[in-house]
T-cell receptor
Framework: AQTVTQSQPEMSVQEAETVTLSCTYD???????LFWYKQPPSRQMILVIR??????QNATENRFSVNFQKAAKSFSLKISDSQLGDAAMYFC????????????FGTGTRLQVFP | GAGVSQSPSNKVTEKGKDVELRCDPI?????LYWYRQSLGQGLEFLIY????????KSGLPSDRFSAERTGGSVSTLTIQRTQQEDSAVYLC????????????FGSGTRLTVV
């Protein structure tokens, strides 16, 4: 069975600084997708960034980028130039290659951003 | 609708009562998922619908939990004889079957069993 582990329950960063959130996963599949979701107090899960396992290039979305290490089964999220609005719960998620398969989530990291 | 709508937003119920949670997905989204988020935990998969059928209900924790979907649209998650451990946020998501990343989540229902 696939599992996702986030070992940092809480992280903090100063505004304008950079922070990295860690995620590891376990799977025997070779093709899959990885995601980072943000959950603000409104509870709605918002997709931050995604990575296809077959792509070697790390995904980037503006201030958000990932470090995808397939052999190590590691998928960390780097947030550059942190903003107060980045404060939220961040969840790492895994999904097999099938479009309608379920997401498997880690337990989340609470990110605090200090001015 | 423009987004995934869940109702009620918050529900407080007495132990032993039955509750129904509703999810109204984005129009045209054929796939629908229910997740449970307990305090301090990640999201736990409960059940997946494709149209009106549920090919994967492996996450339902007990036979007190059931769900249905009608008309390929609205879904209802029913919890019978609620227990305190059922207290959690219940999130619904929908997607188009032919899209790899098209999950849209609702804002959830916070269920508190007292």
């Amino acid at each position: 069975a696939q599992t996702v582990t986030q070992s940092q329950p809480e992280m903090s960063v100063q505004e304008a600084e950079t922070v990295t959130l860690s995620c590891t996963y376990d799977t025997s599949e070779s093709d899959y997708y990885l995601f980072w979701y943000k959950q603000p107090p409104s509870r709605q899960m918002i997709l931050v960034i995604r990575q296809e396992a077959y792509k070697q290039q790390n995904a980037t979305e503006n201030r958000f980028s990932v470090n995808f290490q397939k052999a190590a089964k590691s998928f960390s999220l780097k947030i550059s130039d942190s903003q107060l609005g980045d404060a939220a719960m961040y969840f790492c998620a895994y999904r097999r290659q099938y479009n309608t398969d379920k997401l498997i989530f880690g337990t989340g990291t609470r990110l605090q951003v200090f001015p | 609708g423009a987004g995934v709508s869940q109702s009620p937003s918050n529900k407080v119920t007495e132990k032993g009562k039955d509750v129904e949670l509703r999810c109204d997905p984005i129009s045209g989204h054929t796939a629908l998922y229910w997740y449970r988020q307990s305090l301090g935990q990640g999201l736990e998969f409960l059940i997946y619908f494709q149209g009106n059928s549920a090919p994967d209900k492996s996450g339902l924790p007990s036979d007190r939990f059931s769900a249905e979907r009608t008309g390929g649209s609205v879904s209802t998650l029913t919890i019978q004889r609620t227990q305190q451990e059922d207290s959690a946020v219940y999130l619904c998501a929908s997607s188009l079957s032919d899209r790899a990343y098209g999950y849209t989540f609702g804002s959830g229902t916070r269920l508190t069993v007292v």
